[in-house]
C-alpha cells in the first residue's frame, strides 16, 4: 500500500532500516540505533528487562546476527524517509543518523532531549505528512 510505512525508535530504528531496504517502504526513525554493535557490546552477559524484570543472557551470537541486518548505505531513491534526533541522546550519537541519512532522508534534530524522545508533538505533523504521500 502506498501509506505503509515503518517507524522504528532506538533499536526498532536499525530493524526499520533493514525493512525499509528491503520491502521499499517510507520510514521514520526515531533516535535509531544503527550501530548497535558498538552500544550493546557492554551490555554482553545477564541484564534484566526494564519493564519485565525478567532476566536473559545477551551473548555476541546475538550482536553477529544483528551484524547481517545492518545497512551501511540506506539511501533509496525515491523512498521517503523522515529522521528524528534528540540532540541530547545519552546513548546514542546523533551524528551518526545525521551523517547516513543527511543525503536522502528529512532530517529534524532538536536541541533538547533524550533517547527517550520527548518531542512527539512537535514531529507529529510532520509523521502524519510522510504517510498520507
Known sequence: SQHL?????????????????RYRVKSVLIN??????????DYLGENTNFYSGETYILTQTHLDALLTL???????????????????????????????????????????GDHQFQHMPEALPKIRALYAR
Open 32 to 41: 535509531p540505533a544503527l550501530m548497535p554493535l558498538e552500544t550493546l557490546h
Open 70 to 112: 545492518d545497512i551501511p548505505d540506506p539511501c533509496i531513491e525515491s523512498v521517503p524517509a523522515l529522521l528524528l534526533l534528540d540532540k541530547g541522546d545519552e546513548l546514542l550519537d546523533y551524528r551518526v543518523a545525521v551523517t547516513r541519512y543527511q543525503d536522502c532522508a528529512e532530517v529534524i534534530i532538536f536541541e533538547e
Open 5 to 21: 510505512t515503518i517507524i522504528g525508535s532506538s533499536l526498532g530504528g536499525f530493524y526499520a532500516q533493514y525493512l525499509v531496504h
